[in-house]
């Protein structure tokens, strides 16, 4: 097996907080060996002298949207899916330029661009993916026009690859199979309005009890887990007590709402960075005067929450 010997190195300990100087660090294959100041000369390895820089764990980043390539997203409405996969491979290499050697994709990410990165097609973080994030009609992850009634369809644009709608629980049952079918590691479901669909407020309340059971069961049937995107305490309740095991965002919950994700051991991933950049950035991206305000509610409104 290929050993590799990072010398001359800064390395960083995460648990103690403490840069050591002069460290090498041992690679064996894919697995970090052996991290020490004393470390011997090994034959047949490749050394590397890295010159004083610092070596660190791989930083984790638990919700991207890989294909969500425009935080404006009429401006996806009609991009090709071959644009918008040339778009995602600039941004998984940036992510690993930047540290984060592994991913978790919150809706989006499918098991084509995983495969690519683990086969060595093009540069990027380990994923874990979710594929396509399930809503209700009408729900967060409905992309149509507030006038647009034909039915949503699996379109060859890259809006269509981030989100399925389905309805009722034997239709919700179906689209978590076929996305764990399609090689999802995990399945999303949208329980509260969002920031970026215009159509529906941040306060609402979407899919009915027996839906989010219905994706829970396949999921736990699959040895996995459902994540929610959920704003409000109502709709982050609504979410834990049907079985939702994380929640993304949560910025508009309660005291009451966040002890009850701790009794049932329920993850919180509050995205803050993420709103603060859109709000700077969005108005010269073009979002509406609507989106702005769904911006300045969430921002204030989740640094109170946390």
């Known amino acids: 097996m290929t050993l590799t010997v990072f010398s001359n190195a800064r390395v960083l300990d995460t648990l103690t907080g403490h840069a050591h100087e002069g460290f090498s660090v041992v690679v064996e294959g894919n697995r970090i060996r052996e ?18 820089r610092t070596i660190m764990p791989g930083l984790i980043d638990v919700h991207i949207h890989v294909y969500a390539t425009h935080l404006n997203q009429g401006a996806t409405r009609d991009m090709p899916l071959t644009l918008m996969t040339t778009y995602a491979l600039q941004r998984m290499k940036g992510m690993l330029d930047r540290g984060f050697t592994t991913v978790r994709d919150a809706a989006g990410g499918d098991y084509g661009i995983r495969q690519a990165v683990e086969q060595g097609l093009c540069v990027g973080p380990r994923m874990f993916i979710t594929g396509k994030g399930i809503s209700m009609t009408g729900g967060h992850g409905d992309m149509r026009h507030r006038m647009d009634d034909s039915d949503p369809c699996d379109c060859s644009n890259a809006l269509s690859a981030l989100t399925r709608v389905a309805d009722g629980p034997d239709a919700v049952r179906k689209a978590a199979r076929e996305e764990l079918r399609k090689g999802a590691n995990f399945i999303k479901v949208f329980t509260s309005g969002g920031v970026g669909s215009p159509n529906d407020p941040l306060e609402g309340r979407q899919f009915s009890a027996e839906e989010v059971r219905a994706a829970v069961d396949e999921a736990a049937a699959w040895n996995t887990y459902v994540t929610a995107h959920s704003y409000t305490a109502r709709a982050t309740q609504h979410a834990v007590r049907n079985g939702v095991k994380c929640i993304e965002h949560v910025n508009l919950i309660d005291l009451e709402t966040a002890e009850l994700m701790a009794a049932q051991g329920v993850f919180m991933v509050p995205t803050l960075v993420c709103y603060e950049e859109s709000a700077r950035h969005g108005k010269h991206l073009g979002l509406s005067s609507t989106l702005m305000e769904k911006l300045r509610r969430v921002n204030e409104d989740g640094i109170h929450m946390l």
């Not at 034959?43 to 590397?48: D, H, M, Y």
């Open 35 to 52: 991290v020490s100041d004393r470390v011997s000369k090994l034959p047949g390895a490749n050394e590397i002298n890295v010159g004083g």
